[in-house]
């Protein structure tokens, strides 16, 4: 943070801000746009895409910049930031192919079409920031070769929880010590919510009743573990985590209910725990130089195995300027995964389905997500969470069964399934996903 804030004054200084392009009108959007404009030096959203435009509009007017442009083509988007006017636009490869847009934030959630979007911006030389972990956590580590290859940074964004989540699992590991668990915390969890459960929730707060459907049923937890597990190599220790288990006495005494032996044997876990309170993440980790044991009891961090460090808040959106200039200013991407995958999201029934029904997406009626290693997934043929909108059942689902390839017909020419299929073969050697697609085709 002390280093962004000098580099973004001083950018500031030359009259030289950083112009972001933001995909996806949502209430996340509205906050972030809200949250540049108003206490972010030398960074301007310049442009909002959104399927419907006028709620680009609406954000801007909540922001206090009122007038945008609307735009259809891309000379007048160009013409209206090169002016000065903010620009609202129904169609997002305008904002990946403009010359006057820095760096994308992809805030729609989607899979396909972010992924679509995400290249697009690559191939025209954009640095992109996700908070969206949905493709992050489903083609993530692919869309990142893609980046090298294009010579941009991909990342994913302060404030959401794994961005929280890596910083601190990055400031323990600075101080010497071996981390061990890195954990999320909820407040609910209840894998057969659904957007009528929530909608009076979704309306309170302004937002969409599916995206908090994804919050309570473990979909979104699980989406956002996978991306720390691949980013540090750290597995699940069976595919759920700890499915909704409470925790809600000393964070500093949490190490209790995990077994240092087996997590050594394991390298490491992501996990996720209800209830704690005063904590929003948490990295438990332990030392190996008895002197410095000493002096972390004497810290009152106690006396161990296991020593908890915390973070009591997320505040998504106030943090994500600081990914936008991290990546950006000093080419540093949040939580890159390793390599492939280590953990990936599978879709599991949440009623009984049957034969011949098409399948909404997350978050909604009739699928919840699951964190599972990936040899598992890879092995059982498992159908990601991320890609299950539009796919046709091919037999009957009983309520709680992960569903597979095996299960589904899937929607013709997706751009995400050539992306997966290609992230098992580049990473895994694994063409099995290659084969299924051409019989799909």
């Not at 950083?18 to 746009?33: E, K, N, P, S």
């Not at 169609?91 to 972010?114: K, N, Y």
């Not at 697009?120 to 489903?138: Q, R």
Request: with cysteine; hydrophobic share 40%.
């Amino acid at each position: 943070m002390y280093l962004i804030d000098t580099a973004l004054k001083q950018r500031q200084a030359e009259g030289r801000p950083i112009r972001v392009g933001i995909v996806g009108a949502g209430f996340m959007c509205q906050g972030l746009t809200n949250q540049i404009t108003n206490s972010v030096p030398a960074m301007r959203v310049v442009a909002i895409s959104n399927r419907k435009v006028n709620r680009a509009v609406d954000v801007f007017r909540y922001a206090g910049r009122d007038n945008p442009a609307i735009v259809e083509t891309q000379r007048k988007l160009d013409e209206a930031i090169e002016a000065g006017v903010p620009a609202a636009t129904e169609d997002a490869m305008l904002l990946a192919r403009s010359p006057h847009i820095d760096v994308i934030v992809e805030v729609t959630g989607a899979v396909e079409f972010g992924a679509r979007v995400i290249l697009e911006a690559f191939k025209h030389g954009k640095d992109v920031v996700l908070m969206n972990a949905e493709v992050d956590a489903t083609i993530g580590p692919i869309l990142q070769v893609y980046a090298k290859k294009y010579n941009v940074v991909l990342s994913a964004c302060d404030g959401d929880e794994p961005g929280v989540q890596m910083n601190l699992y990055r400031w323990v590991v600075g101080l010497g010590l071996i981390p061990r668990v890195i954990g999320n915390v909820k407040g609910l969890q209840d894998p057969y919510r659904n957007p009528t459960t929530q909608k009076g929730f979704a309306e309170r707060w302004g937002q969409n009743a599916a995206m908090v459907t994804s919050f309570a049923d473990g979909s979104k937890i699980s989406f956002e573990q996978t991306i720390v597990a691949n980013a540090t190599g750290f597995k699940v220790k069976s595919r759920g985590m700890s499915r909704g288990l409470e925790y809600r006495d000393d964070i500093m005494q949490i190490g209790k209910i995990y077994d240092i032996d087996e997590i050594r044997q394991i390298g490491g876990i992501i996990d996720y725990v209800v209830g704690t309170p005063l904590t929003k993440v948490y990295v438990l980790a332990e030392h190996t130089d008895p002197k410095q044991q000493h002096y972390l009891n004497l810290y009152k961090m106690g006396e161990g195995p296991l020593y908890s460090f915390f973070v009591p808040y997320h505040l998504v959106h106030f943090e994500v300027p600081n990914a936008i200039a991290r990546a950006v200013l000093f080419r540093d991407s949040l939580a890159p995964p390793l390599g492939g995958p280590v953990v990936e999201v599978c879709a599991v029934a949440k009623q009984d389905l049957k034969t011949g029904t098409e399948l909404d997406g997350y978050g909604m009626y009739m699928t919840y997500g699951e964190a599972v290693n990936v040899d598992e997934m890879s092995r059982g043929r498992y159908l990601p969470e991320g890609l299950v909108e539009g796919c046709k059942l091919k037999r009957d689902i009983p309520k709680d069964t992960v569903l597979t390839y095996d299960d589904v017909i899937l929607p013709p020419d997706r751009l995400a399934d050539r992306l997966r299929a290609e992230q098992y073969r580049h990473f895994r050697g694994e063409t099995w996903l290659d084969d299924r697609l051409k019989i799909a085709a």
